[in-house]
């Protein structure tokens, strides 16, 4: 962490709001539901797109006769799939550097062929959505029903016709990994254990249903998009290529986003036909997908198979881990991300704090007749975690070793930094010690074993679950870039100082509840000394903030922010240049503290910044000859020394298993995180907490359910169970801080942490319950069916 | 002024946030719609449109519905208060202060309804306000973001300032 | 997700109500408080071509007693029936089965005519009509039926409701002397439908249980008196009583739960309500989680 010309470093800065839990400026207007969110964009001439969707898995349109719907009243179009593809040109799902990726073009609207329960083919535009679904029933259309490839085991087999003929079999991507020698690590080990781990397909649900409204002046040549999504400016180049517009002519906001955790940076074919709609239409149409749309189109999730063995030394020592895993992500790769990510993620991360040398990782992505899936929050991560230290439980029951020991025992120690994991990937600086020091503490381990043992004597069963793991954070573009996607891994921060000594700061990372806003203003605040309440931010606008990613795998205040700081140390130079001249002091020996320039040695005031912009903006005059003010200051920043940030973190669970009805009650929770520099400890806690909580969904509520036919079985809210207040645990939080020195700030990112962890810890509790009965689990969701099986009892 | 014949959409009169105010409201419309449609009041927010997500959560004669379960046309002659009301009322200033200083919220959809099962477990004199009753209470909630818990904190503080505060005062607030 | 067009009328008596209801027929549909079928409208589930909408009818509302039976109003919301003071002296087992019923919101419009009306198979109160002895008293054009609750549920989403005829009140009788009742449901989240519940009333002597009526919810397509069960409780053998269970109940067999779990938690259930009735421990028990 350099020091900058005051000879301060970020963390010591005068009036610094780092590392306080400053509220959100931003949160405010969201408590008094002054939120403004797509759908409460108000503009004339609205049309209203609704969209039909498939009711098969996999079938041929054979016939498709939209003239009844469009003698329906308040229709303004109805459209098919070739009719849009004349305006909006179809995409392929793959990447460079997945090597041997394959999808088929997907289009907007399907042409000829639908491929999930789900699939948008034709759309209906009237004055209001009801009218709008009125018209969807009018709508005269004949399937051929087609073989629908549903389970992902069966998707290879040679008597599974490929979903692509095309393509010659349902194999969408492959990788294989094998360092060292497995085969002898295994040959000579004292225990091997052996698990097959089954991860349920689930999806993100954000409260705020997807939603993009369009908005096409053809006398401006301008398409103006407002949409609730991560990445404006990866949408703006997606929407220029595919809808032939230039950049200037798109413009994409996305102001307030209902939540996102990766369901919102994909590209979605319903919201590319709303852009073509616009276009074709001449006039703003909007798409708020319903809840129930929702569930068959956002992309869904995990729907892993993996199974995985591990070699132990007597004494405890992890030796190898052999693993192979399959996924089914649906009928394409999902546009420009991929769907091969997750499985890829697995690879490099399962067992990723430990110090073996020798794996071995397969993992094969198939094609299915079922909603796609893609990135969602914590790719990969939950699967590694669960894998991993499941498996090193069952090692640690069967050398009749404590569970923690063995972790403790097999970490990557803190003073080996840096050094690479076994699966290749780099690593600065992790505290994977110091975390489960201050995790033993914290959750006073030694005392809940006790109360456990007391506890069973009783007949009550409760049980411990831990979870280490490694976190992938602050992208650089060896994440997508490198393979030929246009998503930007640099952001940018520009920041203006105003007449009355205020600053607007623009970036380029995006809100979506996670507190962007408020770190941005906090770090803009601290660097130019300006008071946190005369900051502005402004984001999410393709037109107004620099050029820049937006947010995605955790990068909002590591890239961001460190943007920020930059541009904000930069603007301070500049300023204190000025007023240097106009004091005539030595710049150096000044500073900005509490919004006025200041002797920086003493802190005695020399000039109110209010002062300095009058003079500036409206004398500028009375400047000393030469003086040239440039009151605005641009920095970018993409991290450069490693290709992610990768973080730690240990989590632990308690759980009661109520061993006659299956239930488990959720007691409490603990996670030790490193983030590196904690911004805000306010919101990276809550940040933390809301992962547990959707980790801990995907372990024993969240399941979307598919019959043999490919017809989704659970999607209503009423039905597919996200977690709720009533079933969750207080949770408790803690840091470890190992700064990142890529940059100035030291953040590294913590939104993946707490999904990443969280169903490891819960399933491993609920097995350390079970373990007195013989019984285990395996499969997430733990419902109680499975923990029933499990007993024997049903 | 009971719409009692049968018809497709029907003028109703109702007091909104204080106001008395009419429209005329298609009988299929739910009151969701109706509110953010016709009154701009665009706090209501739609999670599911079918009950579940709580986020539509608002006050119709003072106790907590879901908007997207009422049909506008039986807002007849009711009292109807949302987020934006119960603001401009400073009724809720301490619950949002507290929802804010606890960082209880995170993209804030869910908030209005958040805050509006709150006021009403919060005006309800013998509503216990344990940590384990206030999760039941917002059972009903959906909030993907925050992980609850410092929702928990905010109403519980809440609840706890409105009990130890002088009663006057704590009158005001339930008023 | 929005609702099908249809046209919508708000009677402000019975008889303007039931009259509606006879000149439109099947096409006309009551509206109650609508928890359940503004759903199945935004849904586009039910698509009514009326709905005659009971809820400014005031004669239809509220709990009162007369000689020995207290009688709710069918449009009386969930959570005052629960509250009322006569209810949690008189009939304590419906005010413990309130906090299960959804949530503070669903339970401030629901009402109880309408939930008993529907006859969903995984809901609170027509398993406590059924176990409480209650009678349905239902209104058609010009008269007035009343029906044990034993005949009133008849399948899934199915009753002894005639067309044109609605549920006006529920009638309880007020439980005698040496009256114990029990209540338990297993639901996988706070609120949410029974994967099983338990309603139960009977009386207790030094000798055990007698007139047991055990009404089981969400296991089978209407909510079932398990009277075999409940002969075998009243006998003193507990294992008996749950072997009963396998002929007596009809569990789905959902996707996300297996009927055989339902089968099995219906036995831990009728244990553990059985066993606080014989022992005169009267509270309710709650169990939601994984």
Known sequence: MSADLSGLTFLDRPNSYIGRSVPRPNARRLLEGRGVYVDDVAVARLGHVAFLRSPHAHARIVALDTADAKAMPGVIAVVTGPELAAVCTPWVGVLGHFKGLRSAPQHALALDRVTWVGEPFCAVVARSRAEAEDALAAIMVEFDPLPAVVDMETALESATPPIHPELGDNLAFERVLDVGDVDAAFRDAAVVVEETFQFGRHTGVCLEPRAILADWAAADGMLTVHHSFQAPHMMQDILCKHLALSEGAVRVICKDVGGSFGIKVHIYPDEMATCALALMLKRPVKFVADRLESFQSDIHARDHRVTARMAFSAEGDILALDMDDLTGIGPYSVYPRTSAVEANQVVNLTGGPYRHQHYRARARVVLQNKAPTCQYRAVGHPIATMVAEGLIDLGAARLGLDPFAVRVRNVIPDDAYPCAGVSGIKLEKLSHQAALAKLRAMMDYDGLREEQALLRQRGIHRGIGLAAFIEITNPSAAFYGVGGARISAQDGCTIRLDPQGGVVAAVSVTEQGQGTEGIIAQIVATATGVPMDQVRVISGDTQTTPYGGGTWASRGAGIGGEAAWQAGKALRGNVLAVAGAILQADPGSLDIRDGAVVDAATGTERMPLSELGRIVYFRPDTLPPGVQPEFVATRHYVPKDYPFAFTNGVQASYVEVDTETGFVRLLKHWCVEDCGTVLNPLLVDEQIRGGIVQGIGGALFEHCLYDAEGQLLNGSMADYLVPMAGEMPDIDVAHVVSATASSEIGAKGAGEAGTAGAPAAVVNAINDALAPLGARVSRQPVTPDVVLEALGLI | MAPESPDRAHAVAFTLNGEAVRAHVPARMHLGDLLRESFGLTGVHLGCEHGVCGACTILVDGRAVRACLMLGVQADGATVETVEGLTESGRIRDLQDAFHTRNALQCGYCTPGMLVTATELLNDADAATSREEIRAAIAGNYCRCTGYHAIVDAIAATAEARRDGPKNSRREAAE | ?290
């Open chain 3, 1 to 290: 997700m929005k609702a099908p067009d249809f046209a919508y009328a708000r009677p402000a008596s019975l008889d303007a109500a039931l009259a509606l209801l006879a000149e439109h027929g099947e096409d006309a549909v009551p509206l109650a408080g609508g928890q359940s079928l503004v759903t199945a409208l935004n849904m586009r589930l039910s698509a009514p071509g009326l709905l005659v909408d009971l809820n400014a009818i005031p004669e239809l509302a509220g709990v009162s007693e007369d000689e020995g039976v207290v009688r709710i109003g069918a449009m009386t919301r969930h959570r005052d029936v629960g509250t009322a003071a006569l209810v949690r002296e008189r009939l304590p087992l419906l005010a413990a089965a309130l906090p299960h019923i959804a949530h503070p919101a669903i339970r401030n419009r629901g009402t109880i005519g309408g939930s008993v009306a529907l006859a969903d198979p995984a809901t609170e109160w027509p398993a406590c009509c059924l176990a409480a002895g209650a009678t349905i008293v239902v209104r058609g054009p010009g008269t007035e039926r009343r029906i044990a609750a034993d005949a009133f549920f008849l399948g899934l989403y199915t009753t002894a409701l005639e067309p044109g005829e609605i549920v006006t009140a529920i009638e309880f009788p007020v439980p005698g002397d040496g009256a114990v009742w029990g209540f338990e449901e297993l639901s996988r989240r706070h609120g949410d439908y029974a994967l099983v519940g338990l309603a139960a009333t009977g009386r207790r002597s030094a000798v055990g249980l007698s007139d047991l009526r055990l009404a089981f919810f969400g296991v089978a397509d209407r909510p079932v008196l398990a009277r075999a069960a409940a002969a075998a409780i009243e006998a003193g053998d507990l294992t008996g009583a749950q072997a009963a269970l396998a002929d007596e109940l009809d569990p789905p067999d959902d996707p996300a739960t297996r009927a055989a779990t339902r089968l099995h938690l219906a036995r831990v259930v009728l244990g553990r309500v059985a066993g606080r009735m014989r022992d005169g421990t009267v509270k309710e028990e709650t169990s939601h989680g994984a």
